[in-house]
């Protein structure tokens, strides 16, 4: 299956905090997710708790071992270790953790002690360094937070100051892409006014335009691009600023796009278009729009995914609905020899699978490895194909 790892990894936490993260990907997927991720000892014992419910122990083990987790201390060494044994059911770290856990006790009060000292010789040692990064740093937090709440005067005072306005964030956010990202309109207008770099970019690759549109701001978009933004500018990830807005359901702002010439077959680094990413993610109305405006509806990416195998896949009833009333092909196979049926069979969308028979879809297709659509069927799919 064609997702973006590295992509969804980058985001983990937002599945995280919906607990969606083990009923949304598969055993495969989330073997391949934990390649790129990069979690907290925390993100990843509440990732153990939320697979509790949804896979077994040693499958738990088989996807998540390769996760990359940080652990700061002692502490988040015995809380992980200990929701490992619980979750994995590995018992044989009960004699480790009983170790650690008297070790940390043992530890002395004079580590830290020593560790404030050091802290201290060092500022006292580089007093005009320490206070010139330290100015730099409040600056950069500040200008960032008035780009993020649209505080014009407060932005305005600290660009006349002199502040830099293409100060980067931790995470490569300048003002402006803070600005964008956030919808401030007035605060955009300024810094562009006094030279910010419109194609700045992020450790991700978004620039203004990107982030404007990922996030639905019409305007800030509008702006951007008669000011000259690049509208087909791309992330790290291949994400063209349609591409982002169809990813997102944001109907008004493709309509805009495709108004002002954007590419509607662009393709990200996996080789998805504009239609494939909303047929992915069920944007109905982007789809009808989409199509209505020539998109290839049989546009396949790197692995042969149409936009018809996605919508099955997910499960999107209407969008699937849809596809098949304007034609789209219900046998079409992707680099594994997988159809819309297949894939709705295999994750239990029984609806799009009732729907996809009625249409007249192939029961019998098989797949490369030769697996039928019942044999690869949930259950409640398998008892209706039984009948």
């Known amino acids: 299956m064609n997702l973006n790892y590295e992509y969804i990894a980058a985001h983990i936490s937002d599945y995280i905090k919906s607990e969606n993260f083990f009923d949304t990907f598969d055993i495969e997927d989330i073997k391949q997710i934990m390649k790129y991720s990069n979690l907290t000892s925390n993100q990843y014992i509440t990732l153990l708790k939320q697979s509790s419910s949804a896979i077994k122990a040693?499958?738990?083990?088989?996807c998540t071992r390769n996760?990359?987790?940080?652990?700061?201390?002692?502490?988040?060494?015995?809380?992980?270790?200990?929701?490992?044994?619980?979750?994995?059911?590995?018992?044989?770290?009960?004699?480790?953790?009983d170790i650690l856990d008297q070790k940390e006790k043992e530890i002395p009060l004079s580590t830290e002690e020593i560790q404030k000292h050091q802290s201290k010789i060092k500022e006292i040692q580089n007093p005009r360094q320490n206070a010139a990064k330290e100015t730099n740093d409040?600056?950069?937090n500040e200008i960032h937070t008035a780009c993020v709440k649209g505080n014009l005067g407060l932005v305005k005072s600290h660009i006349e100051c002199r502040c830099n306005k293409e100060a980067k964030d931790d995470d490569g956010y300048t003002p402006l892409i803070e600005a964008s990202s956030n919808g401030?309109?007035?605060?955009?207008?300024?810094?562009?006014?006094?030279?910010?770099?419109?194609?700045?970019?992020?450790?991700?690759?978004?620039?203004p335009l990107i982030c404007a549109s990922r996030n639905g701001h019409l305007?800030?978009?509008?702006?951007?691009?008669?000011?000259?933004?690049?509208?087909?500018?791309k992330d790290k990830y291949g994400y063209t600023p349609l591409i982002e807005a169809s990813m997102d359901g944001h109907l008004e702002l493709v309509k805009y796009f495709i108004s002002v010439g954007a590419d509607k077959e662009a393709k990200d680094n996996y080789g998805d278009t504009p239609l494939i990413i909303a047929s992915d993610n069920g944007h109905l109305e982007v789809v009808k729009y989409l199509i209505s405006v020539?998109?290839?509806?049989?546009a396949k990416n790197n692995n042969?995914?149409?936009?018809?195998?996605?919508?099955?896949?997910f499960g999107h009833l209407e969008v699937v609905k849809y596809l098949i009333s304007v034609g789209?092909?219900?046998?079409a196979k992707n680099n594994n020899g997988k159809t819309p049926l297949i894939y709705a069979s295999r994750f239990g969308h029984l609806e799009v699978v009732k729907y996809l028979i009625s249409v007249g879809a192939d029961k019998e297709a098989k797949d490369k490895e030769g697996k039928t659509v019942f044999e690869v069927a949930k259950n409640n799919v398998r008892n209706y194909l039984k009948v």
């Open 58 to 62: 040693k499958e738990l083990y088989m």
């Open 219 to 233: 305007e800030v978009v509008k702006y951007l691009i008669s000011n000259g933004a690049d509208k087909e500018a």
């Open 294 to 298: 020539g998109a290839d509806k049989e």
């Open 304 to 313: 042969g995914w149409t936009p018809l195998i996605y919508a099955s896949r």
């Open 184 to 207: 401030e309109l007035e605060v955009v207008k300024y810094l562009i006014s006094v030279g910010a770099d419109k194609e700045a970019k992020n450790k991700y690759g978004w620039t």
């Open 328 to 331: 789209a092909d219900k046998e």
């Open 138 to 140: 409040n600056q950069t």
């Open 67 to 97: 996760a990359n987790v940080t652990i700061q201390n002692m502490e988040e060494i015995v809380s992980t270790l200990k929701s490992v044994k619980k979750y994995m059911k590995f018992n044989i770290f009960d004699g480790i953790i």
